[in-house]
Each structure stands twice: as structure tokens, then as C-alpha cells.
């Protein structure tokens, strides 16, 4: 995806949650009364003149999500008044399901995410980010002992810097500083490191930026049938406590619903199940973007509510101790861990792994746990 400077641009300007007073979940609003008191009359009246902005924006909104997900009249009404009455965006109020005010209380709305984040993980917001780049995620993993996909080769400006041997394996590519699946290529098996060398620069003619190429991963048997072609993963967010150690606050795992699609992620129209933290077991599947609940694989029939994750205890404890021994200098980060056959594999790890998703599929916002009491922690002690 590259440096995305129009990204960057557009979180720069973190919106004020109200016109005067803030309106915000419970957990924050200890954050929101210290902003409020810090800022100049200048940047209150033009958070003052955003605030009636955003409150104007609202009815247009939510008519445009009453279309993009086909819901009736009644919703609307409803959605524009709980959006004013809790400053929140109506899209938020129909993907997290919300019907009444009140309810928006724990939730993290997604306006929200990017100032907290660059509050408590600033270096997830520079260049030098090591989780936003592949090659240098892996880098630290192996200098740590992390178990981790190996890497085949590092394709940069049409060269390729050999690591492991192909030996005939399935192998894919993915553009080092890609998110959520984007731009990866399957490129079959090659013989031998010389049939690499000789045929990858073909493979990926179409592909641009630094590339890294693995082995294809195999999902764990108990999975199978739920991950159809794509490798399904979960995401387990883990923040630093108050002692400064790693704690897993959040885990959601994701999976395709469509057999031909070749990645997990949400945009593929992949299903998303929150993770029982304690028992890894799955809550009720619903997809990222609209729709209904899943109780069995829409496709597969296999059961989804209720299955346990295999080996949950060791992909907890590979999160916990890669954040502890590898990216310590990082308050969050949301890890994508393969369940493969061997054991627990790191995937990616995210300085940046938003709020969508692990809400909408455990139906309750992140401020009701763990999650909540240590982001309010960093936040008062970064301020």
C-alpha cells in the first residue's frame, strides 16, 4: 500500500467529540476533559465550528447507510437521533448494531482510533515503523526465536536477494508494506533456488514495490473446514499493562465465505468471530460489512459458535512474548496469527489494528474490558 500520505493527511486532525463539551464513552472522558482544557480559544472555536459540522453531516449520512446496507425508514430516524445525541457517525451506529444511546458507552467510535493510537503508539505513525514493514517484522522475529513464515527471497526494484530454499514448495508474495491481504500473488512451486531466480521476476511482472516471498501457509486440520481457500487467522491485540507487561486484551478471528477468495480479511467478504479470551472459543459469525449472524459456515455448514480454536494457549503466549522480547517499544499491537500445523505462526503484527472489527463481531465495545482500563492508562500517562 505504500506510505499512504493522504492517510496520513486525513488523521491528522483528530476531531473533537462534541461542540463544547465532549461527548464520549465513559472509559475516555478523563482523556477528552484534558484535551479540552488544553487547547487555545483558536483551536476551540474551529473544534466548535467542526462539531456543528459533523452534527450537519449527520441526517446525509445516515440516508447513505440506510442505502448502502438497505435498512428501512424507522432506522434512520432512530440512527440520526442516537448519532446526535452521542456525536458518533451512523455508519458506526449500524455496524456495531447499536439501538439505543446509551448503548455507545463502551464502544471506541472509529473517528476516535487514530488520535488514541498516535497518543499511546507514536512510532506506529513514522516511517521507521518495523510492525508496517515486512521484511523488517520478520527481521526482528528471527532475531528473537519468533516462530514466523520463512523468507524464500526480498524482490526490491527487480532484485532478489535469496534467503531459504524453495525445495518445491507452494510459495505466495506480498508487498512488504501491504495491509489486509492487498496485493498478495500465489505463485506456485519452484524447484530449486536457480528455478526461482530464473522465474520470479516473471511471476510478479505486474507487482510493484519491495516484495516477500514464503511458503504457502497450510491451515490446522481442525480448521479446514471453515478456512476454504484463504488461511484463516485470528487477531489478537495485546497492550502493554500497568507493569509494562504484554496482556491479550482482544482477539477476533477471521475467515473466508467466499471460496474463491485467497485472503481472510473483511473486504474479501470475510467472516469475523470474536474469541472467547480464556476458553479461545468462537462467538457467532457475522461478516465485516453488513449482513447477517452465522451460526454454521455459509458455505461449509461447519459449525462456528462455540468451536475452540486449536493450540489457544500457545498462540496467547507467542503473542505475549513476541510483544515483550521483539516490540517492546510499541504501548499495542495487533498480531495476525496463523493456526497452522505445527503450531502458532506470526503473520503480521499492526501498530495501527483499529477498532471495526474485534467490536462488531464480540457486539460490545472495547472500553467494557481490559482493553478500555489500559488504553485510559496510557493515555493519562502520555499526556
Not at 108 to 131: H, M, Q, S, Y
Amino acid at each position: 500500500m505504500g506510505y499512504d500520505r493522504l492517510y496520513f493527511l486525513k488523521k491528522a486532525y483528530a476531531i473533537y467529540p462534541g461542540v463544547v463539551a465532549p461527548v464520549s464513552a465513559g472509559f475516555l472522558a478523563d482523556h477528552y476533559r484534558r484535551r479540552r482544557a488544553r487547547r487555545g480559544p483558536l483551536r476551540a472555536a474551529l473544534d466548535a465550528l467542526v462539531g456543528l459540522g459533523f452534527q450537519a453531516w449527520i441526517p446525509w449520512r445516515a440516508r447513505k447507510v440506510q442505502r448502502k446496507f438497505g435498512l428501512d425508514d424507522a432506522w434512520r430516524a432512530r440512527a440520526v437521533e442516537i448519532a446526535r445525541a452521542r456525536f458518533a457517525d451512523p455508519q458506526d451506529v449500524a455496524l456495531f448494531r447499536i439501538d439505543e444511546a446509551g448503548a455507545l458507552d463502551g464502544y471506541v467510535r472509529r473517528f476516535e482510533d487514530a488520535a488514541l493510537n498516535k497518543r499511546i503508539n507514536p512510532l506506529g505513525w513514522t516511517r521507521d515503523c518495523a510492525l508496517a514493514d515486512k521484511a523488517r517484522f520478520y527481521a526482528r522475529c528471527r532475531d528473537a526465536g519468533l516462530p514466523h513464515p520463512e523468507t524464500v527471497a526480498v524482490v526490491e526494484a527487480g532484485r532478489l536477494t535469496p534467503g531459504a530454499d524453495p525445495a518445491g514448495r507452494e510459495l505466495v508474495a506480498k508487498p512488504a508494506d501491504g495491509e489486509g491481504g492487498d496485493g498478495l500473488v500465489m505463485l506456485g512451486a519452484f524447484a530449486d533456488p536457480d528455478d526461482l531466480a530464473a522465474r520470479l521476476a516473471g511471476a510478479l511482472r505486474a507487482s510493484r514495490g519491495t516484495l516477500v516471498v514464503q511458503p504457502r501457509i497450510a491451515t490446522h486440520p481442525a480448521l479446514r473446514d471453515l478456512a476454504l481457500q484463504a488461511l484463516p487467522t485470528v487477531r489478537v491485540v495485546t497492550l502493554l499493562d500497568e507493569a509494562g507487561a504484554p496482556e491479550v486484551v482482544s482477539a477476533t478471528f477471521r475467515f473466508a465465505s467466499d471460496p474463491a477468495a485467497q485472503v481472510d480479511n473483511m473486504k474479501a467478504g470475510g467472516l469475523i468471530a470474536a474469541v472467547d479470551l480464556e476458553a479461545g472459543t468462537l462467538g457467532v459469525a457475522c461478516r465485516g460489512y453488513g449482513g447477517g449472524d452465522h451460526h454454521v459456515h455459509p458455505v461449509t455448514a461447519a459449525p462456528i459458535a462455540g468451536r475452540a480454536l486449536p493450540d489457544w494457549a500457545a498462540a496467547k503466549g507467542l503473542c505475549a512474548r513476541a510483544h515483550a522480547q521483539a516490540f517492546a517499544d510499541y504501548a499495542l499491537v495487533g498480531w495476525d496469527v496463523a493456526m497452522a500445523p505445527d503450531g502458532p505462526l506470526l503473520i503480521e503484527g499492526n501498530g495501527k489494528p483499529g477498532v471495526l472489527m474485534p467490536q462488531r463481531a464480540a457486539r460490545r465495545g472495547l472500553g467494557d474490558g481490559r482493553y478500555g482500563v489500559l488504553l485510559a492508562h496510557h493515555l493519562a500517562t502520555k499526556a
